[in-house]
C-alpha cells in the first residue's frame, strides 16, 4: 500500500473559522510533510515532521498549526486564515533517511472567503 | 540556493510522439532526483527517482536520465498516448537534507 490519504477534499471557510486537514498514511514512513500548491506554481515545503517531532518549519505563520499526533497521523490546524492563504495543501511521507521517495496524497483545496 | 528550471514550460504534441522532457539544476551536489506527475487539481504521483550514483531509470514508456556533474535530468516518454496529458514535475533532494527543490513543471498536452 503506497497511498497517502487527506481529508477533506474540498473545504470552504471564513477568516474567523477554526478547522483542521488531515493526513494519514500506513506505509510505515517516519517522515511527513506539508506541502501548500498555488495554481500553476511547484509545491513550497511548509513543515516536516521527522519520527513525530517537527524537524523544519519553513516561516510559516502561526496561523497554520501542525501536529503529529502518531506515526501514521499528521493534521494541520488552521486559524484566522486570510484569502491568499487559499491554495491546495498536499501532504507527504517518505521513510526517514534523505535518499528516500516521496509520497503524496491527492490533497485538500481550500478556499477562504 | 538550489535552482531547479524545467524546459519547455508548455508542450503540446499529437498521439504517438516521442517527447523529451528537460530539468536542470544549478548546484550538482543532490542525493537524488525524483520526477513526478501531477493531474489538475490533483496530487503527485512519483514516476521515477534517480540516486546521485545512477544513470537513469526506465519504468514502463517512462525513462529518466540523470548527468549530475552537468546538472542536467531528461524524462523521456515513448509512443506518448492523450492520457499523459499532464503537468511533470522535477525536484531535487540536496546532500544532507530530506526536503524537495522543484521546478515548475511542464504541462505537456497529447492529443488525439
Known amino acids: 500500500d503506497t497511498e497517502v490519504t487527506q481529508t477533506p477534499k474540498h473545504l470552504v471557510m471564513g477568516m474567523t473559522n477554526k478547522k483542521s486537514l488531515k493526513c494519514e498514511q500506513h506505509m510505515g514512513h517516519r517522515a511527513m510533510y506539508w506541502y501548500k500548491q498555488k495554481a500553476k506554481k511547484p509545491p513550497e515545503l511548509m513543515f516536516v515532521?521527522?519520527?513525530?517531532?517537527?524537524?523544519i518549519n519553513e516561516s510559516v505563520p502561526s496561523r497554520f498549526s501542525p501536529e503529529c499526533p502518531n506515526s501514521s497521523l499528521l493534521n494541520l490546524h488552521l486559524h484566522a486564515l486570510q484569502p491568499e492563504d487559499s491554495a491546495l495543501y498536499l501532504c507527504?511521507?517518505?521513510?526517514?533517511?534523505?535518499?528516500?521517495?516521496?509520497?503524496f496524497g491527492p490533497g485538500t483545496r481550500l478556499t477562504v472567503t | 540556493k538550489q535552482e531547479v528550471t524545467q524546459i519547455p514550460a508548455a508542450l503540446s504534441v499529437p498521439e504517438g510522439e516521442n517527447l523529451v522532457l528537460n530539468c536542470s539544476f544549478t548546484d550538482s551536489a543532490i542525493y537524488n532526483l525524483q520526477w513526478f506527475r501531477q493531474d489538475p487539481g490533483k496530487g503527485l504521483t512519483s514516476l521515477l527517482l534517480i540516486q546521485s550514483s545512477q544513470r537513469e531509470q526506465t519504468s514502463g514508456r517512462l525513462n529518466a536520465s540523470l548527468d549530475k556533474s552537468s546538472g542536467r535530468s531528461t524524462l523521456y516518454i515513448a509512443a506518448s498516448q492523450p492520457g499523459d496529458s499532464a503537468t511533470y514535475l522535477c525536484?531535487?533532494?540536496?546532500?544532507?537534507?530530506?526536503?524537495?527543490?522543484f521546478g515548475k513543471g511542464t504541462m505537456l498536452l497529447v492529443s488525439p
Open positions: 507527504a511521507s517518505s521513510r526517514q533517511g534523505v535518499s528516500y521517495e516521496q509520497y
Open positions: 525536484a531535487v533532494r540536496p546532500n544532507g537534507y530530506s526536503t524537495l527543490t
Open positions: 515532521y521527522s519520527y513525530e517531532k517537527l524537524s
